[in-house]
């Protein structure tokens, strides 16, 4: 008795055999089916493609016209047969003359569309711009991506990152949260992405494997002006992020002895005047003066009162937190900003500063005066709060040169 032929079977000889690209995909653009032909053309596999949207074989520049084909669809409309580039799994661009046909489900819905397609060459110089475009946006040294609505990445271009490790293609289908290892939708860098699916342009850093990136992401849009996604760019911007550190940190610190100079310290300090008042905070500011450097420089040479400022600074950088700034006032004059403290705890580390000095056995031997100012106890603006400390610095200065004064005198009457 003869065995039936099964359609299925049919079906399934005539999708690997044929020479076109066939492709069902559903309403929402993912492949059902994958013919042998459609392997051939494009460079994935069934296994690879089933079940995957049929948008990572879609360049930037056919987004809308894709969106629209499965808008039609929807609408139980077939679209018209035409061109359309695609993308092959290598990344390289093919021009595709399409055909569809429209599925219809159990109760005559559309459910779904097949896809005809037929590669075409480009002769001489008809290839079109966009094509031209896509060359070019292979070569750019960076990421380029865009994504749909949920933040899933739906194209991805460019040379790549070095020290990444990312080939063009490698991000289609994952989510954006991967690529920038963020999952928090209100801060940076997955929050300009929210941005740009509410219509906005931005630009963000972020670091990923020891590297910073500069970023950039736009509302993707149809061609009447919807927004159905983002387009974002990302560079390696680690070399110049370094060269700024080390003119901010040459222009914002005092280069003898590593401290924040003046200007910074000035500024800090007005910023928390700013944030204390409008919290109703407490903090203080130290001024320092190191002891006869002109004596230390005239009798052991300057370097040796160089050596005394980088020994003060070293000493006040190791009695501070973290939080707090040091810096370099002026030529032997010191200031330290002390964040959320109060007078006893600026008279702990003035206590602390002044007795490692004391207790330090390298010459020659180094003193300092101090002087403190509470905020708001002693004033509630930079000028008031630098006042004080200094009326208190050389209030202990006098007293301290009053007293070795008496000392000496009495050396010289024994």
């Given at each position: 008795m003869p065995h039936e032929i099964r359609p299925e079977d049919l079906l399934a000889?005539?999708?690997?055999?044929?020479e076109a690209a066939v492709i069902a995909f559903t309403l929402d653009g993912r492949v059902a089916c994958w013919s042998g032909g459609a392997e051939k053309l494009y460079g994935y596999t069934a296994s690879e493609m089933t079940g995957e949207s049929l948008a990572r074989l879609t360049p930037i520049y056919e987004v809308a016209a894709w969106e629209t084909l499965l808008e039609q669809a929807r609408r139980g409309e077939s679209p018209a047969e035409g061109q359309t580039e695609r993308l092959r799994k290598d990344g390289t661009p093919v021009?595709?003359?399409?055909?569809?046909?429209?599925?219809?489900?159990?109760?005559?819905?559309?459910?779904?569309?097949v896809e005809i397609g037929k590669l075409l060459e480009w002769r001489g110089s008809e290839a079109p711009p966009e094509l031209q475009l896509r060359t070019l946006m292979r070569q750019v040294p960076g990421i380029v991506w865009t994504c749909d609505q949920n933040l899933r990445i739906t194209?991805?271009?460019?040379?790549?990152?070095?020290g990444l490790k990312i080939r063009p293609g490698d991000l289609v289908g994952r989510s954006v949260c991967e690529l920038l290892e963020s999952a928090n939708r209100g801060a940076s860098p997955l929050s300009e992405h929210y941005d740009a699916l509410a219509g906005n342009r931005r630009q963000f850093e972020f670091r990923r494997k020891g590297r910073v990136l500069g970023g950039h992401v736009a509302p993707l849009r149809r061609a009447g002006g919807e927004v159905i996604g983002c387009v974002g760019i990302a560079h390696d911007i680690t070399e110049r992020k370094k060269s700024e550190e080390k003119i901010?940190?040459?222009?914002?610190?005092?280069?003898l002895t590593g401290l924040a100079n003046y200007r910074e310290f000035i500024d800090t300090l007005e910023r928390e005047t700013k944030r204390a008042d409008r919290g109703r905070g407490s903090f203080t500011v130290l001024l320092l003066d190191l002891d006869d450097l002109k004596r230390i420089n005239d009798r052991y040479g300057h370097?040796?009162?160089?050596?005394?400022?980088?020994?003060?600074?070293?000493?006040?950088?190791?009695?501070?937190?973290?939080?707090?700034?040091?810096?370099?006032y002026g030529g032997d004059e010191f200031g330290v900003l002390l964040i959320d403290s109060d007078a006893a705890m600026a008279e702990q580390v003035a206590e602390r500063i002044g007795h490692y000095l004391q207790n330090d056995e390298e010459k020659p031997k180094?003193?300092?005066?101090?002087?403190?100012?509470?905020?708001?106890?002693?004033?509630?603006?930079?000028?008031?709060?630098?006042?004080a400390a200094d009326r208190q610095l050389y209030k202990q200065k006098r007293a301290t040169h009053a007293k070795s004064g008496m000392s000496v005198a009495l050396g010289k009457q024994g």
């Open positions: 000889v005539l999708l690997e055999t044929s021009r595709v003359m399409t055909r569809y046909r429209l599925l219809h489900g159990s109760q005559g819905e559309a459910a779904g569309l194209s991805h271009w460019g040379a790549g990152i070095p901010h940190y040459r222009a914002t610190h005092d280069a370097l040796a009162g160089n050596r005394a400022l980088r020994r003060l600074a070293k000493v006040m950088t190791e009695h501070c937190r973290s939080t707090d700034l040091a810096a370099r180094l003193s300092v005066s101090i002087g403190i100012g509470v905020f708001p106890a002693d004033g509630r603006t930079s000028q008031e709060l630098l006042e």
